[in-house]
């Protein structure tokens, strides 16, 4: 019996490389109570509980997140030299600098190293995205991308639960050392899923011809929304749960761990309605239950935050496989890896634009609960603009890369 398109070598391999970038670049979050505790020096407010002030957390967090942008035109790199020489650089690179953050002597050295090897872990997630989508037909291509969130979910669920063991952040960054030795026996299974793009790809990295501006505007305007909201919801829920409702390490622990087993759920239910019903359909609805989770999560009692947060995660995770294929099948193999930078870019921003607000907004209301609602809302709206794409269900990369126009009317 022929295994899936997304059970083979290349894309399980892929898989493994996205859990590696996972397990790296999760540790600011995980780490983000204990990072705040050894060199806060707050003494008032809501700062007292955590450590820091809101904006000093929140600007740290900005310069981390901002510095994704320069994934960019690493990712779209892989348009010319090939996806799987950029995947292996960019994977290396990002681990190692996430290994030397373990030596951090500062909150500010920890924000400065972390923001060196944040773009190189971006550009990574990228990459694989496209990989493992030019690696599926039509009919796995949404599972292909599913495995790849499931595995990059993994590799943070993998980082929390070495946390867990009582390490402090120096110990727990160290532990990045695994992966990274890990990472050239992986690659060898990657291979290269289409010719070398140098030829079509012109420009600057990161070009992408103007009869696709219109569309990619609107997606990336998606993506905005996407990272607006999971920047702060995801980012301080180890802060939240443990310094400002007071519980346990174990529990909040627990609530991520089981948020992973919800996860998987949204995995399997977002590509299914991808599949049957729509790219995005599967999308929107998906973004809109995360906003309104997102906003319970932090709603001010440990019920809201059990029950929020893995409901978020279930929302998120669906919408990656419907997304994602979407997202692969809107653009021709020429421009597909510089695309995904673009989203990719674009989604940070959206975090950026999110983390300093929640911040600003903390430090102002003193309230987790008011600037959750702050955040939540214009994404819910956000998911309208799904209605402005067309629908690419059951469509195979070939005809996509052979299309002339650039904006088909919606289906």
């Not at 600011?28 to 990072?35: E, F, I, M, P, Y």
């Not at 569309?215 to 607006?228: N, Y």
Request: charged share 10%; hydrophobic share 55%; aromatic share 8%.
């Amino acid at each position: 019996m022929t295994r899936p398109s997304w059970l083979r070598s290349p894309v399980v391999a892929v898989a493994a490389v996205s859990a590696a970038a996972g397990f790296g670049q999760f540790g600011v979050t995980a780490a983000l109570g204990d990072v705040a505790e050894a060199f806060g020096e707050a003494t008032e407010g809501l700062g007292a509980e955590v450590g820091m002030t809101g904006t000093t957390l929140g600007l740290g967090l900005a310069i981390i997140r901002l510095s994704s942008l320069a994934g960019l035109p690493i990712a779209a790199m892989a348009d010319r030299v090939g996806r799987r020489r950029v995947l292996g650089t960019a994977a290396a690179g990002g681990l190692l600098l996430t290994l030397l953050a373990a030596a951090s002597p500062g909150y500010w050295w920890f924000v400065a190293i972390f923001a060196a090897g944040r773009p190189l872990l971006t550009a990574t997630i990228a990459v694989a995205g496209v990989t493992v989508a030019e690696h599926t037909s039509a009919k796995g291509r949404a599972a292909g991308v599913a495995f790849v969130g499931a595995a990059y979910a993994v590799g943070t669920g993998m980082l929390t639960i070495v946390r867990a063991f009582g390490l402090d952040f120096r110990m727990l960054f160290a532990s990045t050392a695994l992966p990274l030795l890990l990472l050239p026996l992986i690659l060898r299974f990657v291979t290269e899923p289409v010719e070398n793009q140098s030829e079509s790809a012109g420009g600057l990295p990161g070009a992408v011809a103007r009869r696709w501006i219109p569309r990619l505007a609107v997606v990336s305007g998606l993506h905005f929304a996407v990272g607006f909201l999971s920047g702060p919801i995801n980012t301080y829920l180890f802060l939240y749960g443990e310094r400002v409702l007071g519980q346990p390490p174990a529990l909040v622990t627990a609530v991520f761990i089981g948020s992973g087993v919800s996860g998987f759920v949204g995995l399997l239910a977002g590509r299914w309605v991808a599949d049957t019903v729509g790219r995005r359909i599967a999308a929107g609805t998906a973004m809109v239950v995360a906003a309104g989770a997102g906003i319970v999560t932090y709603w001010g009692t440990v019920p809201a935050m059990v029950a929020g947060f893995p409901l978020s995660v279930m929302a998120a995770s669906a919408f990656t496989p419907a997304a994602g294929a979407l997202d692969a099948e809107l653009f021709p193999r020429s421009v597909r890896a510089a695309a995904a930078g673009w989203l990719t870019s674009a989604q940070v921003g959206g975090a950026v634009a999110g983390l300093l607000l929640f911040g600003a907004l903390l430090e102002w209301t003193q309230s987790f609960q008011g600037a959750a609602v702050a955040i939540g809302i214009p994404v819910a709206f956000a998911a309208l603009l799904y209605a402005r794409l067309p629908e690419t269900r059951g469509r195979e990369l070939e005809e996509i890369d052979a299309q002339d126009r650039p904006m088909a009317e919606p289906a």
